[in-house]
T-cell receptor
């Protein structure tokens, strides 16, 4: 089945530790995105990538890093510099043909920093 | 002013009711508009696009008013399964989606 997977579903980490969230898609999509969702707020864009080996900062990139070495994979690292990392993290992908294409979301990872 | 604003609700309605949500956007250059549905603790999924002429998909009707800069979603004959959060999404360009905070709907028997 084609889709986007994120792992793990729940993640607990101690304050000050870096943590990497996985996102994999087998939809052959060029573009991939990372969002963060907090209670009472809309999804906010962290980073996005429209092609392998290239990515751009979104609205709230500080304290995060990404890589895009393969088309299928777009891991997100939450670093110790992120002041409030506890949130629901959503990865999405879409085709990239110059006009809007539906973004398909993964099931998300709930990160709790203790 | 937020770029996209929605009434957070919750809207509590009985089965069979008609309910409408509005969403306002601040940037008149916004190009495309969508409604997403998000179930509790799940990922958002596209519900429908919103066209200038209005569009209907079964019990759901979406409309766009560019002059007043708002979009609406009407749900007729509400079902229990319609209970969810409805996210308004506005696109400024092909790279950037702006999400509203969502409107929560609870349909009760």
């Amino acid at each position: 089945d084609g889709g986007i997977t994120q792992s793990p579903k729940y993640l607990f980490r101690k304050e000050g530790q870096n943590v990497t969230l996985s996102c994999e898609q087998n939809l052959n999509h060029d573009a991939m995105y990372w969002y963060r969702q907090d209670p009472g707020q809309g999804l906010r864009l962290i980073y996005y990538s429209q092609i392998v080996n290239d990515f751009q900062k979104g609205d709230i990139a500080e304290g995060y890093s990404v890589s895009r070495e393969k088309k299928e994979s777009f891991p997100l690292t939450v670093t110790s510099a992120q002041k409030n990392p506890t949130a629901f993290y959503l990865c999405a992908s879409s085709t990239n043909r110059g006009s809007y294409n539906e973004q398909f979301f993964g099931p998300g990872t709930r990160l709790t920093v203790l | 002013r937020k770029e996209v604003e929605q009434d957070p609700g919750p809207f509590n309605v009985p089965e069979g009711a008609t309910v409408a949500f509005n969403c306002t956007y601040s940037n008149s250059a916004s190009q495309s508009f969508f409604w997403y549905r998000q179930d509790c603790r799940k990922e958002p999924k596209l519900l429908m696009s919103v066209y200038s002429s209005g569009n209907e998909d079964g019990r759901f009707t979406a409309q766009l008013n560019r002059a007043s800069q708002y979009i609406s979603l009407l749900i007729r004959d509400s079902k229990l399964s319609d209970s969810a959060t409805y996210l308004c999404v506005v696109i400024l360009n092909t790279d950037k989606l702006i999400f509203g905070t969502g409107t929560r709907l609870q349909v009760f028997p």
